[in-house]
């Protein structure tokens, strides 16, 4: 074991991967290498989400796994960063005596400085914002947020996997307080990065080989920055990443429906680059469960907005987020939250059980009343219904042809080459653990394709990273293999190609379906992989090869 050497994993939702990729590369710059197993470590990080109890029980019980690990190897550093360090601070230290660093989610810029810290006074460092007291509040806020900044600035993604579809933050921390969320509390307040950082991440991203970018936000739709005495608004922030040469593709997430701009949606409508697929979570059917949660909208002006993104962008495909038993949910709210998925037709919906969070409105002033085996009854039938929606949708592409980006090797043949995972011996940089991060109840019943790719539904977003780490590009010359790409819509597809294609837009002819995923052939590479071409020279060219056939490269 080296003092040299980390291993990183990483819990929660895409703003996680993010951060746990730049914390990487900042160990990496710190002369720092990934270790694919614990026990080889020097440092091991735990990047933790808290969203959902069931997410902190999990990081607790690796924590538990490595007491006495600690024991016998006193030297490991083991740090807890991220939003469950912010949430608990002290705390963890109580339930994980061993645990030798806590770090929030604003001050991961300092992590190597801390984990230098601790090896040189050899006691316990935190770097949380609830530590910074005696700065006053709008001073505090200025400095996490230049610290998550020059976080985000040092970006230099030197891993292949992390650069073909990357995402990058717009928006940090949330305002909105919704009662039941700790998002707030976790990330702090709601801040937008500047037009022109954002816009230079995704040339210096396109450069090193992207096609496809994310752009993040707790709701990204809020997204505003005052730039020379002029708000620039989400919108003309997509217009001005989708002129970036060489990105292909712009997705984004997650957008708050009570702040939508219309203009959204004529971007979305007249920039084909930006992909017709929207995720804005409604969370309840029913306007007695919104009010309580403080959503701020109505279930009929939610209905209105999904006609209205249906009137400018007619193929667009919607996914959102429910979230049964909230406290007081009858039966006939959660009738109304089923009605709901059935008329908006979701491609994807994630579903959770609510999680009651301490020091969330909701928590303090309401009961959470609904027992477990009611919200558990509530998420199967709302899953249910989910994947009978999810199935027609998908049985429809059946004939058709759709474009596809090549993101590696499907799960099956993942596992047939032997890039299998294991808990806590794999590094967290390819999510792996991430995508178990809900509950097998806490998921979606419609995103998913690759069955055998993910146990986990939700990595239909959220484990897009993991495929592209895990796809391991030398082949045979003439070789084919079941690879998996995804549509424009983020529908996941399945066909045999050369492995060489990971990185090309390809045109696949859809020939079955199931519930959650599309089978079909390769009948056209609509630009050469990158393997192929040089980056500068991407797009545009048209190259029509036979199905199954090679890649000649030029
Ligand atoms: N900012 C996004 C939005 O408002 O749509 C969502 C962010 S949150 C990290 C992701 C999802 O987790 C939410 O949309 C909600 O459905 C779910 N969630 C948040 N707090 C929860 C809680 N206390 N219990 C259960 N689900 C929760
Ligand atoms: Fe949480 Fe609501 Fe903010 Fe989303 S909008 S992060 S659910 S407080």
């Given at each position: 074991?080296?003092?040299?050497?980390?291993?990183?994993?990483?819990?929660?939702?895409?703003?996680?991967?993010?951060?746990?990729?730049?914390?990487?590369?900042?160990?990496?710059?710190?002369?720092?290498?990934?270790?694919?197993?614990?026990?080889?470590?020097?440092?091991?990080?735990?990047?933790?989400?808290?969203?959902?109890?069931?997410?902190?029980?999990?990081?607790?019980?690796?924590?538990?796994?490595?007491?006495?690990?600690?024991?016998?190897?006193?030297?490991?550093?083991?740090?807890?960063?991220?939003?469950?360090?912010?949430?608990?601070?002290?705390?963890?230290?109580?339930?994980?005596?061993?645990?030798?660093?806590?770090?929030?989610?604003?001050?991961?810029?300092?992590?190597?400085?801390?984990?230098?810290?601790?090896?040189?006074?050899?006691?316990?460092?935190?770097?949380?914002?609830?530590?910074?007291?005696?700065?006053?509040?709008?001073?505090?806020?200025?400095?996490?947020?230049?610290?998550?900044?020059?976080?985000?600035?040092?970006?230099?993604?030197?891993?292949?996997?992390?650069?073909?579809?990357?995402?990058?933050?717009?928006?940090?921390?949330?305002?909105?307080?919704c009662t039941y969320c700790v998002v707030p509390f976790t990330r702090g307040a709601e801040r937008s990065r500047p037009a022109t950082h954002i816009v230079d991440e995704a040339v210096m991203l396109a450069e090193r080989?992207?096609?496809?970018?994310?752009?993040?936000?707790?709701?990204?739709?809020?997204?505003?920055?005052?730039?020379?005495?002029?708000?620039?608004?989400?919108?003309?922030?997509?217009?001005?990443?989708?002129?970036?040469?060489?990105?292909?593709?712009?997705?984004?997430?997650?957008?708050?429906?009570?702040?939508?701009?219309?203009?959204?949606?004529?971007?979305?409508?007249?920039?084909?680059?930006?992909?017709?697929?929207?995720?804005?979570?409604?969370?309840?059917?029913?306007?007695?469960?919104?009010?309580?949660?403080?959503?701020?909208?109505?279930?009929?002006?939610?209905?209105?907005?999904?006609?209205?993104?249906?009137?400018?962008?007619?193929?667009?495909?919607?996914?959102?987020?429910?979230?049964?038993?909230?406290?007081?949910?009858?039966?006939?709210?959660?009738?109304?939250?089923?009605?709901?998925?059935?008329?908006?037709?979701?491609?994807?919906?994630?579903?959770?059980?609510?999680?009651?969070?301490?020091?969330?409105?909701?928590?303090?002033?309401?009961?959470?009343?609904?027992?477990?085996?009611?919200?558990?009854?509530?998420?199967?039938?709302?899953?249910?219904?989910?994947?009978?929606?999810?199935?027609?949708?998908?049985?429809?592409?059946?004939?058709?042809?759709?474009?596809?980006?090549?993101?590696?090797?499907?799960?099956?043949?993942?596992?047939?080459?032997?890039?299998?995972?294991?808990?806590?011996?794999?590094?967290?940089?390819?999510?792996?653990a991430m995508g178990r991060s809900r509950s097998a109840t806490e998921q979606s019943a419609s995103g998913n394709a690759d069955r055998s790719a993910f146990a986990n539904p939700q990595a239909s977003e959220q484990e897009?990273?993991?495929?592209?780490?895990?796809?391991?590009?030398?082949?045979?010359?003439?070789?084919?293999?079941?690879?998996?790409?995804?549509?424009?819509?983020?529908?996941?597809?399945?066909?045999?190609?050369?492995?060489?294609?990971?990185?090309?837009?390809?045109?696949?002819?859809?020939?079955?379906?199931?519930?959650?995923?599309?089978?079909?052939?390769?009948?056209?590479?609509?630009?050469?992989?990158?393997?192929?071409?040089?980056?500068?020279?991407?797009?545009?060219?048209?190259?029509?090869?036979?199905?199954?056939?090679?890649?000649?490269?030029?």
């Amino acid at each position: 074991m080296g003092n040299h050497t980390y291993f990183l994993e990483t819990f929660g939702c895409q703003m996680n991967i993010l951060d746990s990729q730049l914390v990487e590369g900042q160990l990496r710059a710190h002369g720092m290498n990934p270790v694919a197993d614990y026990r080889d470590a020097g440092v091991i990080l735990f990047n933790t989400c808290s969203v959902r109890e069931h997410a902190e029980h999990k990081v607790i019980s690796r924590l538990g796994r490595l007491r006495s690990f600690k024991r016998d190897n006193p030297d490991t550093i083991i740090g807890v960063i991220g939003c469950m360090a912010e949430r608990e601070k002290e705390g963890v230290f109580a339930k994980a005596p061993h645990v030798d660093l806590l770090c929030g989610p604003g001050e991961l810029n300092a992590l190597p400085a801390l984990i230098d810290e601790v090896r040189r006074r050899n006691e316990r460092v935190t770097a949380l914002a609830g530590s910074l007291s005696r700065r006053t509040e709008v001073l505090q806020r200025a400095l996490e947020y230049d610290s998550l900044e020059a976080l985000n600035l040092s970006r230099t993604p030197d891993l292949e996997g992390e650069v073909l579809q990357s995402y990058i933050r717009v928006q940090r921390g949330c305002d909105k307080f919704c009662t039941y969320c700790v998002v707030p509390f976790t990330r702090g307040a709601e801040r937008s990065r500047p037009a022109t950082h954002i816009v230079d991440e995704a040339v210096m991203l396109a450069e090193r080989g992207c096609r496809e970018i994310t752009l993040l936000g707790q709701t990204v739709n809020s997204y505003v920055h005052q730039q020379g005495g002029r708000a620039v608004p989400f919108a003309r922030l997509l217009e001005r990443v989708s002129d970036v040469a060489g990105i292909d593709r712009i997705r984004f997430v997650t957008s708050y429906p009570a702040d939508w701009d219309e203009d959204i949606f004529r971007v979305m409508r007249d920039h084909p680059r930006v992909m017709p697929y929207l995720h804005i979570p409604a969370q309840s059917g029913s306007d007695r469960m919104l009010r309580g949660m403080k959503r701020g909208y109505t279930v009929a002006s939610y209905l209105e907005l999904m006609d209205t993104a249906r009137k400018y962008v007619p193929d667009i495909a919607l996914a959102g987020d429910m979230i049964v038993g909230f406290c007081g949910e009858s039966e006939a709210d959660f009738r109304a939250t089923v009605e709901l998925a059935r008329r908006v037709e979701y491609q994807n919906l994630f579903v959770f059980k609510y999680s009651p969070r301490p020091g969330t409105k909701a928590d303090r002033n309401m009961t959470d009343d609904i027992p477990e085996s009611v919200k558990q009854t509530r998420c199967n039938e709302l899953l249910a219904v989910q994947a009978e929606i999810g199935a027609a949708l998908r049985q429809r592409y059946v004939g058709r042809t759709v474009e596809v980006l090549v993101e590696g090797y499907s799960k099956l043949t993942r596992k047939a080459r032997g890039h299998g995972k294991s808990e806590l011996r794999t590094r967290g940089k390819s999510s792996h653990a991430m995508g178990r991060s809900r509950s097998a109840t806490e998921q979606s019943a419609s995103g998913n394709a690759d069955r055998s790719a993910f146990a986990n539904p939700q990595a239909s977003e959220q484990e897009r990273s993991s495929v592209a780490a895990n796809v391991v590009p030398q082949s045979a010359p003439g070789e084919t293999a079941q690879l998996l790409g995804r549509t424009r819509h983020d529908v996941i597809v399945l066909f045999d190609a050369p492995p060489a294609y990971r990185g090309a837009l390809v045109t696949v002819q859809v020939e079955s379906a199931t519930p959650h995923t599309l089978f079909g052939r390769v009948i056209e590479v609509g630009s050469p992989p990158l393997a192929v071409k040089p980056r500068h020279d991407r797009g545009g060219v048209s190259l029509p090869v036979a199905p199954n056939a090679a890649v000649v490269s030029d």
